[in-house]
């Protein structure tokens, strides 16, 4: 029963005190999992707003629930503490199990998960849309990463887009930070030297523009590139630097030639991008590999992906947030674990 646990007043409501909680960008959470504990800024500066605390304190039990809870809310959920956070994958653990088929067509769910478990390149990918929030995540932090989810879990009755080829939330220890949550678009480019202007059927604008409607905080689209090798009469010089000392100092090397082609598709998609998209909507060109290699191979090494950082939306969506934090408590098996920092 319910009715005997302690009670805090949120806006007209009185919800039950535990340890789930979502707080408001009032910037105010709770010191330890009981609501009956003295409220702390989350930072320095932050002050309480016409006497209330804009926190929603819910039993554990009722997170099943918890997008129709909230949906009374006036303000977005900014975070959501997690009642139980899942063990993270180790090196060399399975993560996904893909159809050799998708790896063979190089179908777009192959190339998603290519994207999210190279963590080099997605961790570029991800500063680049993210670059202010990136540069001061703190220790113990991350983003939980999911690939085509489905729109219905989130949003019940949206039917475009059908999916979110890849939702991203980030973490502070226990916490979601809802407030960043992106959601992507994806598109495959299959390019080669004969074919470098090839482009998807669509550039994802329009599916962009849906998932912005429905409230998510922050949305970008991805041109995920595969292609051939250029011919080596084709390759260009590629000047070279040394680092000799922990001061940064470093040697000029003589040139090398290189196969240019990475960066000239990733430059021609990305402008075709920047010239279909609005700026709201941020961008990241990526080059997943030759044709010839295995998506996952990392033997040819990692070309920077160029980006364009995502802006936040005019509006968030309350009751869509409270929808991912949900899924997450409830499957975070689906998502895998992309921590900030090495481990330790």
């Known amino acids: 029963m319910l009715r005997n646990r302690p009670t805090r007043r949120v806006g007209l409501r009185t919800v039950s005190a535990s340890s789930s909680v979502i707080a408001s960008s009032s910037g105010w959470a709770p010191t330890g999992s009981d609501a009956r504990r003295k409220m702390a800024p989350v930072s320095k500066g932050t002050k309480k707003r016409s006497g209330r605390f804009h926190i929603l304190v819910l039993p554990s039990e009722c997170t099943a629930n918890l997008p129709r809870m909230l949906a009374f809310l006036s303000i977005p959920p900014m975070r959501y503490r997690l009642t139980n956070r899942a063990r993270p994958l180790q090196d060399g653990e399975p993560a996904f199990a893909i159809p050799v088929k998708m790896l063979r067509h190089r179908h777009e769910l192959a190339a998603t998960i290519s994207f999210i478990t190279r963590r080099k390149l997605f961790g570029l990918s991800y500063w680049g849309l993210q670059p202010g929030y990136f540069d001061r995540m703190p220790q113990d932090s991350g983003v939980l990463v999911r690939p085509a989810v489905p729109i219905a879990e989130l ?26 949550t992106i959601a992507i678009e994806i598109k495959i480019v299959r390019a080669s030297f004969a074919k470098q202007g090839k482009s998807p059927n669509d550039f994802g604008v329009t599916q962009a523009t849906a998932l912005q409607k429905l409230g998510f905080p922050y949305v970008a689209i991805a041109h995920l590139i595969v292609s051939d090798q250029s011919p080596r009469e084709a390759w260009r010089p590629a000047g070279l630097v040394r680092i000799i000392g922990p ?3 470093a040697e000029q090397l003589p040139d090398i030639e290189t196969d240019w082609l990475p960066a000239d598709l990733m430059e021609r998609s990305f402008g075709r991008m920047q010239a279909t998209a609005p700026e709201p909507i941020g961008l990241v060109a990526a080059y997943l590999g030759p044709n010839d290699e295995n998506l996952f191979d990392v033997a040819h090494g990692t ?37 900030r920092y090495d481990p330790a």
């Open 155 to 180: 949003v019940p009755g949206a039917t475009f887009p059908g999916d979110i080829d890849l939702l991203i939330v980030p973490y502070e220890g226990n916490e979601l930070v809802l407030d960043r």
């Open 247 to 249: 001061d940064g100092l």
């Open 303 to 339: 070309w920077f992906p160029l980006c364009r950082a995502a802006q936040s939306g005019a509006k968030s969506n309350s009751a869509l947030l409270a929808a991912v934090a949900a899924l997450v408590e409830r499957r975070q098996d689906y998502f895998l674990d992309n921590p």
